[in-house]
C-alpha cells in the first residue's frame, strides 16, 4: 500500500481518536473581509505550531501535551491520522510538557517534538521521530536539556535549540539520530558583558538556511551564525539590536517593562526559499499606557545575499486593536514563512494576511482574515497545491460557549490567485511599534489596516487561564503577566539566582 493511500484510508480516524473533533467548512458572514476566509476548520485541542512535509500534503502539529499529523490531501476535508498525547512518561520529573514547537527535517523525514515551553517542574528534552510512514511515526532519538525548550529547528540531520540557562543563552547542535549534543554557539562568545544582562537576551528562536543559522535574541536582537560545520558555529554578523551595556544598569522594572515592549521583541525568523530575504518578527505589547512607545510588533524584512551585510528593506504594520495591552486584543506579530514571492503571516487575534514580495522594499497586502472572537492565530504555513494552513490556539471561554478544549483549530486557506491585485491602502494609518531593535521606526509602514464591520478589535482578555502552567486564571495585566510566547514572568522565573542579583532594585541601582 502506498503512503497515499495510507493517509486516505486514515481519514476516518479524527472521530476515534481521543480529543479530536470534527472538520467544519469555511462560513459565510462572520469576520469576513473581501470575501476572503478559511476552505475548513479542523478541531485539534491544544494546537499550537504547525509545519508541513516536502510534498505539502501532511501537517505536523505541536498539541501542547503531544504531537498529531494531518492529512492534507483534500484541504476541505483535513483529517488527523495520527496523535501522541504522552511522548514521554520516563524518569527524571516525569512528563514531557507544554509542546508548543515542533519542526521536521524535511530531507530526512525527521520530526523534533520539544518541551516545556517554559520553565517549570517537569521533564526538558528533544525527542525525534522518524515520520516516513506519518501515520505511524518511530522514537529514534532522545535527548535531555538543560532548559526549558520552547522552540527548535531542524534540518541536514541536526536539531538546533535554544539553551535558556541565563548563563550562555547558547544555540545548541544535537545529531538528530544519536540523541548527542555535537555543538553550541553564544553571543556570549563575542561579548562576555552579556552574561551579566537579566532576562533580556533570551534566545526565543532560530531558523537555519544554507549552512546560515539566524538567532532571534529577544532584546539583543537577531544574530546571523554560520553552521557549515555544526561542531563550530562561528558568527557571520549581527543584524540588528542593541548593546549589552544597554540593560546592564537597568532597574528590575525597567528590564521587564523592556522585556515587552519595543524596541527590541525580535521573536522569529524566516528566510524565503532561496535565503536573500530574511523576515523578523516582533512580539509586543503596551504594558505601560501612559506614554506611546508601547504596542504591537509587525514584521521587518531584510536583503541577506551577503549575510555578512544585511540591509534593511521594509516594514510590515500589524493589523489593528483597540486594546495593545497584555490583556486587550492581541494583533503582535507572530511565526510567518514564505513561498516563492509571498509571504505568509499570523497575527494572533489579527488573524493571517498573505502579502506579496516580489518587491520587499514595499510589500502588498494580497488577502486578510480574522475573526478575533474565536481564533488567535499562531503560524501561517504555505503549500504548493494553492493553500496554505494556519492554527489558532484558542482554546479559553472567550472562543465560543463550548468547552474549553476545544476550539484549539487547524485551518486551510485558498491561496490569493496569481495574478491577485493588492488590496487598497487603508484610509489611515493606525500607530503601532516598530519592528526594529534599535527602537527607530524602520523603512515605509506598508499595511495598516482601520477596522471596519468586518475587521473588529475586542478588548475581551486573550488566553484562558492554564492551572498546568501555573496561571491563576486572573485577567493579566501590566508587565507581570505571561503570554503564550516568554512572558515576562516565565523567562524571568527561567533564569538563575545569578541573573536576578544582577537585576538592580527599583530604589537604588
Not at 504591537?296 to 486594546?323: C, H, N, Q, S
Not at 542579583?501 to 527599583?506: K, V
Request: proline share 9%; hydrophobic share 35%.
Amino acid at each position: 500500500m502506498n503512503r497515499r493511500s495510507v493517509l486516505r484510508r486514515g481519514a476516518a480516524l479524527p472521530f476515534a481518536l481521543s480529543g479530536v473533533g470534527s472538520v467544519t467548512a469555511a462560513t459565510a458572514g462572520r469576520n469576513r473581509q473581501d470575501d476572503y476566509g478559511p476552505l475548513a476548520e479542523l478541531r485539534v485541542p491544544k494546537a499550537k505550531e504547525v509545519v508541513l512535509s516536502a510534498d505539502g500534503r501532511t501537517a505536523f502539529l505541536a498539541v501542547t501535551d503531544g504531537f498529531a499529523v494531518v492529512d492534507l490531501s483534500d484541504p476541505q476535508n483535513p483529517a488527523v491520522v495520527h496523535e501522541n498525547r504522552e511522548p514521554w512518561a520516563g524518569e527524571g520529573n516525569g512528563r514531557l510538557e507544554q509542546i508548543y514547537d515542533v519542526k521536521l527535517d524535511r530531507e530526512a523525514d525527521l520530526l523534533a517534538v520539544v518541551g516545556p515551553a517554559n520553565p517549570r517542574n517537569a521533564w526538558r528534552g528533544l525527542i525525534v521521530y522518524d515520520v516516513r510512514d506519518p501515520t505511524a511515526p518511530e522514537k529514534v532519538a532522545v535527548h535531555e536539556t538543560a532548559s526549558f525548550n520552547h522552540n527548535c529547528f531542524a534540518t541536514g540531520g541536526y536539531v538546533y535549540l535554544p539553551e535558556n540557562t541565563s548563563e550562555r543563552n547558547s544555540m545548541v547542535v544535537v545529531d538528530a539520530r544519536a540523541g548527542e549534543e555535537v555543538g553550541r554557539w553564544s553571543i556570549a562568545d563575542v561579548d562576555e558583558q552579556w552574561t551579566e544582562v537579566g532576562p533580556n537576551w533570551v534566545l526565543h528562536d532560530l531558523y537555519v538556511h544554507d549552512d546560515v543559522a539566524y538567532l532571534a535574541h529577544w532584546d539583543a536582537g537577531t544574530w546571523a551564525v554560520d553552521v557549515s560545520d555544526p561542531t563550530a558555529p562561528e558568527l557571520l554578523a549581527k543584524v540588528r539590536g542593541r548593546d549589552p551595556g544597554t540593560f546592564v544598569e537597568m532597574t528590575r522594572s525597567e528590564a521587564r517593562r523592556d522585556y515587552s515592549e519595543p524596541p527590541g521583541n525580535d521573536h522569529y525568523v524566516a528566510t524565503n526559499d532561496d535565503g536573500t530575504l530574511l523576515g523578523i518578527s516582533v512580539e509586543s505589547w503596551d504594558t505601560d499606557t501612559s506614554d506611546d512607545t508601547g504596542g504591537p510588533g509587525g514584521v521587518t524584512l531584510y536583503d541577506v545575499r551577503d549575510p555578512t551585510a544585511p540591509e534593511e528593506l521594509a516594514f510590515i504594520e500589524p493589523p489593528p486593536t483597540d486594546d495593545p495591552t497584555l490583556g486587550g486584543t492581541w494583533t503582535t506579530s507572530h511565526n510567518f514563512s514564505f513561498r516563492g514571492d509571498r509571504l505568509y503571516t499570523s497575527w494572533y487575534e489579527g488573524g493571517v494576511r498573505v502579502y506579496d514580495v516580489r518587491d520587499p522594499s514595499a510589500p502588498a497586502l494580497l488577502a486578510r482574515w480574522r475573526d478575533s472572537d474565536a481564533a488567535s492565530m499562531w503560524t501561517a504555513e504555505p503549500t504548493d497545491h494553492g493553500f496554505f494552513v494556519g492554527t489558532s490556539h484558542r482554546d479559553g471561554p472567550r472562543a465560543s460557549s463550548e468547552s474549553s478544549a476545544d476550539r484549539a483549530a487547524l485551518y486551510t486557506f485558498p491561496d490569493p490567485p496569481a495574478d491577485a491585485e493588492p488590496l487598497p491602502p487603508p484610509p489611515s494609518a493606525t500607530p503601532s511599534a516598530s519592528a526594529t531593535a534599535t527602537g527607530t521606526t524602520s523603512g515605509t509602514p506598508t499595511d495598516a489596516s482601520t477596522p471596519t464591520t468586518t475587521d473588529t478589535a475586542s478588548a475581551t482578555p486573550t488566553e484562558s487561564p492554564d492551572p498546568a502552567a501555573g496561571d491563576t486564571g486572573a485577567e493579566p495585566t501590566g508587565t507581570a503577566a505571561a503570554g503564550p510566547g516568554f512572558g515576562p514572568l516565565a523567562a524571568l522565573g527561567g533564569l538563575g539566582l545569578g541573573a536576578w542579583r544582577l537585576l538592580r532594585s527599583d530604589d537604588g541601582r
